[in-house]
Structure formats: C-alpha cells, structure tokens
C-alpha cells in the first residue's frame, strides 16, 4: 500500500461505502450492466453481420474499435464490481482503496475518418461507452485519487503550523 493510500485510507474508506449505497452508484451499475450486454448482443449479432458487409479498411477498424469498446466497458464493469464487493459486504471499504483497483488509463480515442467508416451501431455504442467511462473515471478520481491528494499534509500549511508553535502565536 503507497504511503498517500495509508494516509487517506479512513476518509477514503468512508466515501467508498457511502458512495456503494447510494442511488448514483445503483444507477451507473444498472447502466454499466445494462450497456455491456447490450455490446455483447450487438457484436455477437448485428454487429457481425454489419461487419461482414465492410471492405478491408472498414474492417479493420471495425475489429480495432470494437476491441477497444469492450475493453472500456470490461474496465467500467470491473471498477462497478468493486463498487458492489464493498456495498454488499464482500470487500473493506479499505481494501477497494488499493491501486489496483482504480480504473486504468483510457484507450485512445479514433480518428473522425475511422468512425465515418465504421456501421452506426458500433459507433453509438462507442460514444455511450466513452461517456459512460468519462463519468466513471470522474468517480474514481474524486474517491481516490482527490481524496489522496486532498487528505495528504499541504506543506505550506504544516510551515505555518511550526512557525505559530515557534513563535507561540494562536
């Protein structure tokens, strides 16, 4: 555990909960949930029949994008789970804290021209996706990353604090 998540942990520990049982943490599962098994039926069904009907380029952004779609969404679904671990009991609130964890680093983003080329369906999936990744990342820095930063020692502040014990003033 890093010396800033040791730091942080009980407040952190309590926002993590509080968040868990909340209705914002209910309803972005429920749509995290609901969007991955709405990609997984599209790619699975009219997706692939789409992408059989693309010349060679459009395929290959098809495969690429559609990759990167699911591994947005698996990131967002794994973080959500986390979320849920701690809300139901199964996981410390402290334990959720732990680096790994966090929501890892976005994938890069296609080109105008790529998503111009690639079936409508994909691309609305994508755009969904990104958003939905954009709120959850917001989440994930605000319970963890801020909270690490807010709750470590600010060193301007701890010079005051030597300089009024110095100097005995209140």
């Not at 942080?8 to 909340?22: G, L, T």
């Not at 309803?27 to 789409?50: C, H, K, P, S, W």
């Not at 691309?123 to 990353?145: G, I, K, P, Q």
Request: aromatic share 8%.
């Amino acid at each position: 555990m890093s010396e800033l998540t040791a730091l942080a942990k009980p407040w952190r520990s309590d926002v993590v909960a509080d968040f868990a049982r909340s209705e914002l943490f209910e309803r972005t599962f429920q749509e995290g949930m609901d969007l991955v098994e709405e990609t997984a039926a599209y790619l699975d069904g009219g997706g692939r029949q789409e992408s059989k009907r693309l010349d060679r380029n459009a395929a290959l952004a098809y495969a690429a994008e559609s990759m990167r779609l699911t591994t947005r969404l698996m990131q967002v679904a794994s973080w959500l789970l986390v979320q849920r671990a701690v809300r139901e009991g199964d996981m410390a609130p402290e334990a959720a804290c732990e680096d790994r964890y966090r929501l890892g680093a976005e994938t890069s983003r296609p080109s105008a021209q790529a998503i111009e080329i690639l079936p409508p369906g994909l691309a609305e999936l994508m755009e969904r996706s990104e958003r939905l990744f954009e709120r959850v990342r917001h989440l994930d820095r605000r319970m963890y990353v801020d909270a690490t930063e807010d709750a470590a020692p600010n060193a301007v502040l701890s010079q005051f604090d030597r300089l009024r014990d110095a100097f005995g003033a209140s």
